[in-house]
RNA sequence: GUGGGCGUAGCUCAGUUGGCAGAGCGCCAGGUUGUGGUCCUGGAUGUCGAGGGUUCAAAUCCCUUCGUCCACCCCA
């Protein structure tokens, strides 16, 4: 087939099977943060252009997808709208609009498409779904937790069960440049390599550091540190000599007990070396890695002063990320099998009995099950039971002239091969009455 | 944005030193005119991603372009 009709690069056209497995992974996701008392949010695809830029700095901008001004001024090639980044932006706007009328805290959980002018990647999309649970207005450590914890139960709720939950805290970030004695301007690039332990050796990351001006003790020291047996504990003393440091590990303790009742500790852990590239967290932060998937399936952290930043009122705000797309690329096989697209098959063997076929085709439906009637052009049985077969349909009503004749269906369980003659009045008490015998 | 791989039937892919465009699966028809799945027989697949060049001759070699995948970067 012609590529000029696949969908746009990074865009993705949806047919039944995968539609419906999306459609259950987003349900999963609504009841398990309403089961929270979360709330949804739904803001428009595009907002303003000033709305966007500018908040997320320059390079954030060059990924928006701008929308032209339209009618006299369109040659203008000026944009004025914009389709909108991410979830946050849209809800400082919503906070700012809507500010005293929203409870507080405002929980509220946003689940819609986002878009990106991006190069699309494997898990990478220019257009994909963006699933964002954030509160806002409570600076408790409680908010964190409960914010975690159910974007955990979210991720049970989906089936998946071999993941892990990253913790981490900027003050322990900062205590750590303090005690190792990072310069101050040398900070945020130290943190952006020490994220990548992950991925590189420690001698690699050794040198990246001395790259950036560390001094080699430092680096050394701060990289062995980090990537040692017992790490933790080291951080842990390490950071005793800071106050913001310990302030840090106080928290992330305090966090990991809230959880403790609902994560295991198998799934979460202290992990000092993670490192968010954003620079707007302010307190815990967090990311969920599984096996399998590039980069991370969520994340999320406290970002006390964004919302501010962004437009909106000047409150505390925690938030978390579900890397839903990734999520469903470790789905792939389980949630597609498909359960086809009729319980019930009504053939039409005759222009003078399509009107029948209909009517039995409707007791079907009022019978709770899904029915439809054949609209092939073949007049042979054999084609028209084929077709019940191919559409997944356990029943096949035969209606041809000999059963109108008698005032009865033949009702043939496509699963069995057995058949029944059933009177016309009667076929939706009987498909009723044998529905439930197996679930589809 | 940098480097590399790949674009052939609906799908997964073969295609040798340039020499008639192929297989499996799926699809259609028949075997069986009122009985699907299994089986047998037969059939159709097509802008070889697109444009240009070399050649008697190009899916194959060269150039350009588009798409796609992988690594780097960045993210979800």
Redesign the pocket.
């Known amino acids: 087939?012609?590529?000029q009709f696949?969908p746009?690069?990074?865009t993705r056209d949806f047919l039944a099977a995968e539609y419906e497995k999306r459609e259950w992974a987003f349900g999963v996701l609504r009841s398990v943060f309403a089961s929270y008392g979360f709330e949804p949010l739904q803001t428009p695809a595009f907002e303003r252009l000033d709305v966007l830029l500018g908040k997320y700095g320059e390079?954030a901008d060059k990924l928006v997808f701008k929308i032209l001004r339209r009618g006299e001024h369109e040659a203008s090639g000026e944009a004025d709208l914009a389709l909108r980044y991410?979830m946050t932006v849209p809800l400082a706007r919503v906070a700012a609009a809507y500010g005293s009328q929203l409870p507080t805290p405002y929980k509220r959980y946003a689940i819609g498409p986002v878009w990106?002018a991006?190069?699309?990647?494997?898990?990478?999309?220019?257009e994909?779904v963006?699933c964002d649970l954030d509160i806002l207005g409570s600076p408790s450590t409680l908010a964190d937790a409960e914010v975690l914890a159910a974007h955990h139960d979210a991720m049970i709720g989906l089936g998946l069960t071999d993941f892990t939950i990253l913790l981490n805290s900027r003050q322990v970030l900062s205590g750590l440049l303090e005690v190792f004695g990072v310069p101050p301007q040398l900070g945020s690039g130290v943190l952006?390599s020490l994220d990548?332990l992950d991925?590189l050796s420690p001698d690699e990351v050794t040198a990246e550091l001395a790259g950036r001006g560390l001094p080699g003790t430092i680096a050394d020291d701060l990289v062995t540190a980090m990537t040692a047996t017992d790490a933790e504990d080291r951080i842990r003393a390490a950071l005793k000599d800071s106050e913001v440091g310990q302030a840090g590990v106080d928290e992330v303790d305090r966090l990991l007990a809230l959880v403790a009742g609902q994560i295991p500790a198998t799934r979460i852990a202290f992990t000092p070396r993670m490192v968010r590239?954003?620079s707007y967290y302010t307190g815990p932060i967090w990311e969920l890695a599984a096996a399998g998937v590039?980069?991370?399936?969520?994340?999320g952290g406290r970002y006390d002063h964004l919302i501010a930043q962004l437009g909106g009122p000047d409150v505390a705000a925690t938030g978390t990320?579900i890397?839903i797309?990734?999520v469903l690329m470790l789905l792939a096989g389980d949630q597609a099998a498909g359960r086809g697209r009729l319980d019930v098959a009504v053939t039409v063997?005759g222009d003078d009995l399509a009107a029948d076929s209909f009517a039995l085709a409707s007791a079907g439906r009022a019978a709770g099950l899904r029915a439809g009637v054949y609209l092939g052009g073949?007049?042979?049985?054999?084609?028209q039971?084929?077709w019940?077969?191919?559409n997944g349909a356990r029943w096949c009503l035969?209606y041809?002239?000999?059963?109108r004749a008698t005032g009865e269906v033949?009702v043939?369980d496509?699963?069995?091969?057995e058949?029944q003659q059933v009177p016309a009045g009667e076929v939706g008490g009987y498909l009723a009455a044998r529905a439930g015998d197996r679930s589809a």
Not at 118 to 125: S, V
Not at 294 to 299: A, K, L, M, Q
Request: glycine share 18%; hydrophobic share 20%; no cysteine.
């Open positions: 087939m012609p590529t696949d746009p690069s990074g390079d991410d990106r991006d190069r699309p990647g494997r898990g990478r999309f220019r994909f963006q952006i990548k991925k590239g954003l590039p980069g991370s399936v969520g994340s990320s890397g797309e990734r063997l073949s007049g042979k049985l054999g084609k039971i084929k019940a077969s191919d035969i041809g002239h000999a059963e033949t043939r496509l699963t069995s091969g058949q």
